[in-house]
Every structure is written in structure tokens, then in C-alpha cells.
């Protein structure tokens, strides 16, 4: 009789359970987007190495076609990165690499639908892609968005510039793509009427499009749930704002920000946090509210500058780094200062962290490696390692899987560590 019980609780359980509850865990061997599986630059992947030099600890670099500027996604074993190519960016490539040999498995090329000037400072294949079980998803400054099944197959393709008008804008689109389980989220924000776009993932139509004022930024949104509602976070040029990644709907906004164009927001339950270029704009937002919250919803603004990588968020401390290289330790509920050292250079790619280890890959190909204590407040933590790697161009994202980094340049792919 107890046996049979336990049969029946046991399928019941089985019968109730998701599939992804009961599929083993690969959050370790995946890397889905922007800064992460949940766009925080928190990894839970194991064995990360902490030292490697030109020499030492590299298991393998990949050339790549063309020029890019957005950061590697890794889904069980293939890693996906974008490039473009020619005078015009007129040819868009997406590569598809094995992680453990850096073997080129395919590549494919589209023509841009629209061609613009390649130049140093205007993005060059900048967005970074998503990736899930299904597709790749991938966004290029042309305003062409690919869905591509992991063998390099086209299931659907939109041009955004035929279809609401060209990119306007000095230095060109760097917004990264952003996911839900249903949809690709996209953040438009240039010198033309701008536009939030939420896209089926299944056939790439609109779920729906949420029109913006113009709003010159290079941020990315970032999808979290709070309150049993996903929402998409939005940090760009003077602004701050919260919308349901449902249907669109704007929760809540924050005006009057200054120079907020270039870091993304990083959000946890209760907070947001978003860097500033302009010292003593960067600042804290408690989540919630409705409309304008302005007045009552800001907790904080620092006494300090944020450069092109995101602030991180660990425990009770906000961490930012400067256009001159210098890491600011901030206090999350009050944002003052526990302590600032120097990290040699500034970083374009976003930090990330494993456990107490903090790292900081500098544009350069400097990493700095900081272990970090809870009971340390008054001093900087000692640095564990600064690793060099002479890389022939910047340094402009990074994965981090089991084992191992992958550090994007702008023609090569790096593997650091044993993958």
C-alpha cells in the first residue's frame, strides 16, 4: 500500500513537473546575451581561470572575418559571434565556433539592407546577439535581425530600416538584443523618432511597438520580474523607465539624468542601478511606483563617473569603473564610497563575477583579477592577478562558461582557460 502511494506521488510529480525543471542544469555551459544568462554579468561556471598570459593557459584563438564589436553567446558546446565586413559594412557575418577546439563549424553572410561608412568610432557589428534551445537571434546596426537554428539555417529575417526608416546618429546603433521566452526585445533610441519593439521569436512579427522620442543612446534593456510581472529596464540619455514585457505598457519612469548614453542598467529585486559618464550622476532607483517617480524613487547619486562598461552589482556593494581605469567600491543602500583603487585601464567590455572573484577586462586585454570580502569595507581587496594579452585591437566583450573565458576582439575570438 505505501509503495503504491508513493508510486502515485511519485507521477504525480513527474506529471506536474516542467521540463526544465527536470532537465539537468546547464546555466555553465551557456551564455544566452548581453552581460549573461540574466543580463546581471553573474556567472555560477566553475574552474575559471585566474591567471593566463600570451603563453600560458590560452587553449586556443580564432580569426574572425571582418570587424565586430559585440560579445560572444555560448549555448552547450557553440559559441556565435557577429561581424561585418567591407568598406560599407555591407556584408553581415555570424559565425558558429566549437568551444573546445576553436573550430569554425560554419559561417554565414547576408547582405546589409542598409549600408553605411565603416569608421573607428561608428559601431561595426556592436549588438550582441541572444540565444536560446531553438535560435540564434542576431541584430546588426543595418537594422537586419536574423533568426538562425543552430546550424546556421535562416527561419526568419526583418530589415528595421526598410520598414520604420534608417539609423540616425554620429556613431551608429550598439543596443543589444534582450529575451524573453516568447520574444526579442530591441531598444531603438537614435536622432529620429525611436521605437521599442517586442518580436515573436516563433515567426518574427511584431507582438507590439511602443513609439519613443528621439533619444540618442547605446544602452541595452534588461529583462527582470518583480511583482509576478516581467519587465524590460530601460536606461538612455536622460531617462530611466520600466515597461511590461507583456504588452508594452510603461510601469514607471525616472527624468533628468545626465549622460546616462553608454552603460546599461544593472537591476536586481529592489534596485537599479545606472551608470553616468558625468561625476555625481550615477545613482540608485528603488523599483515600483507608477508614472513619474522622479521625486520619490531616486535613493541615491554617487560621487563618481561610469566609462562603457555596465556597474556591477554584488551582495550589499555597487562596483564602477572610470574612463581612467579606477574601481569604485559603492555602498548599494546609500551609494558611498567604501573604497577606490586603480585596475590599469578602462573597460568597454562589462565585468563579470564568479563566487567572491571580480574581473575586469580592460580594453587593452589587461584583466585584473580581484577577490572580494564581505567583511572588507575600508581598503581595496588585494588583487590577485593583472593578465596580459597583446590583442591588435580592443577588447569588447566577454562569455564565461565552464572552465573558461572567451574574450571577443575585434577580428579574433581568445579562449582562456580549458573549456
Known amino acids: 500500500m505505501k509503495s503504491t502511494l508513493f508510486?502515485?506521488?511519485?507521477?504525480?510529480?513527474?506529471?506536474?513537473?516542467?521540463?526544465?525543471?527536470?532537465?539537468?542544469?546547464?546555466?555553465?555551459?551557456?551564455?544566452?546575451?548581453?552581460?549573461?544568462?540574466?543580463?546581471?554579468?553573474?556567472?555560477?561556471a566553475i574552474n575559471l581561470p585566474r591567471t593566463w598570459s600570451e603563453t600560458e593557459?590560452?587553449?586556443?584563438?580564432?580569426?574572425?572575418?571582418?570587424?565586430?564589436?559585440?560579445?560572444?553567446?555560448?549555448?552547450?558546446?557553440?559559441?556565435?559571434?557577429?561581424?561585418s565586413k567591407g568598406p560599407m559594412k555591407e556584408t553581415l557575418v555570424v559565425l558558429c565556433i566549437e568551444v573546445g577546439s576553436g573550430e569554425v563549424l560554419?559561417?554565414?553572410?547576408?547582405e546589409a539592407s542598409h549600408k553605411t561608412e565603416r569608421a573607428d568610432m561608428i559601431s561595426q557589428a556592436a549588438p550582441t546577439p541572444a540565444v536560446d534551445a531553438q535560435y540564434l537571434y542576431a541584430f546588426f546596426e543595418s537594422g537586419d535581425i536574423f533568426a538562425l537554428n543552430h546550424q546556421g539555417e535562416k527561419e526568419w529575417h526583418r530589415s528595421l530600416t526598410k520598414e520604420y526608416g534608417p539609423f540616425i546618429g554620429n556613431h551608429?546603433?550598439?543596443?543589444?538584443?534582450?529575451?524573453?521566452?516568447?520574444?526579442?526585445?530591441?531598444?531603438?533610441?537614435?536622432?529620429?523618432?525611436?521605437?521599442?519593439?517586442?518580436?515573436?521569436?516563433?515567426?518574427g512579427t511584431n507582438l507590439w511597438k511602443r513609439d519613443r522620442e528621439k533619444r540618442v543612446s547605446w544602452t541595452s534593456p534588461i529583462i527582470s520580474t518583480a511583482a509576478d510581472a516581467t519587465e524590460i529596464l530601460i536606461s538612455s540619455n536622460g531617462i530611466v523607465e520600466a515597461?511590461?514585457?507583456?504588452?508594452?505598457?510603461?510601469?514607471?519612469?525616472?527624468?533628468?539624468?545626465?549622460?546616462?548614453?553608454?552603460?546599461?542598467?544593472?537591476?536586481?529585486?529592489?534596485?537599479?542601478?545606472?551608470?553616468?559618464?558625468?561625476?555625481g550622476e550615477t545613482l540608485?532607483?528603488?523599483?515600483?511606483?507608477?508614472?513619474?517617480?522622479?521625486?520619490?524613487?531616486i535613493r541615491w547619486k554617487a560621487d563618481v563617473a561610469s566609462s562603457f562598461g555596465s556597474p556591477l552589482i554584488h551582495r550589499d556593494s555597487v562596483y564602477v569603473v572610470n574612463k581612467a581605469g579606477a574601481l569604485s567600491c559603492l555602498n548599494l543602500e546609500t551609494g558611498g564610497v567604501f573604497w577606490t583603487t586603480r585596475i590599469g585601464s578602462?573597460?568597454?567590455?562589462s565585468p563579470i563575477i564568479a563566487g567572491d572573484m571580480l574581473y575586469f577586462f580592460g580594453k587593452d586585454g589587461d584583466t585584473s583579477v580581484i577577490q572580494i570580502s564581505s567583511e572588507q569595507r575600508t581598503e581595496a581587496p588585494p588583487t590577485v592577478s593583472i593578465n596580459a594579452l597583446a590583442t591588435e585591437s580592443r577588447v569588447y566583450g566577454v562569455a564565461a562558461i565552464n572552465g573558461a573565458f572567451l574574450i571577443r576582439t575585434g577580428r579574433k575570438l581568445i579562449c582562456v582557460g580549458k573549456p
Open 172 to 203: 551608429g546603433i550598439g543596443s543589444s538584443i534582450a529575451q524573453t521566452d516568447a520574444a526579442v526585445i530591441l531598444l531603438i533610441d537614435h536622432s529620429a523618432p525611436s521605437y521599442l519593439l517586442s518580436i515573436s521569436k516563433t515567426d
Open 284 to 297: 540608485a532607483i528603488a523599483r515600483g511606483g507608477t508614472g513619474d517617480v522622479t521625486e520619490t524613487h
Open 106 to 110: 560554419w559561417t554565414k553572410r547576408f
Open 243 to 279: 515597461y511590461n514585457a507583456e504588452n508594452g505598457e510603461r510601469h514607471w519612469y525616472v527624468e533628468g539624468i545626465q549622460k546616462n548614453t553608454v552603460p546599461s542598467p544593472t537591476v536586481t529585486d529592489e534596485w537599479v542601478v545606472v551608470g553616468s559618464s558625468q561625476k
Open 7 to 44: 508510486f502515485c506521488l511519485f507521477l504525480t510529480f513527474i506529471l506536474g513537473a516542467r521540463a526544465e525543471d527536470l532537465a539537468p542544469q546547464k546555466s555553465t555551459t551557456r551564455w544566452t546575451g548581453f552581460r549573461g544568462n540574466h543580463g546581471n554579468s553573474h556567472t555560477t
Open 57 to 83: 593557459n590560452i587553449a586556443w584563438a580564432t580569426d574572425l572575418p571582418g570587424y565586430g564589436q559585440s560579445s560572444p553567446v555560448v549555448w552547450d558546446g557553440k559559441v556565435f559571434v557577429t561581424s
Open 346 to 349: 578602462s573597460t568597454w567590455a
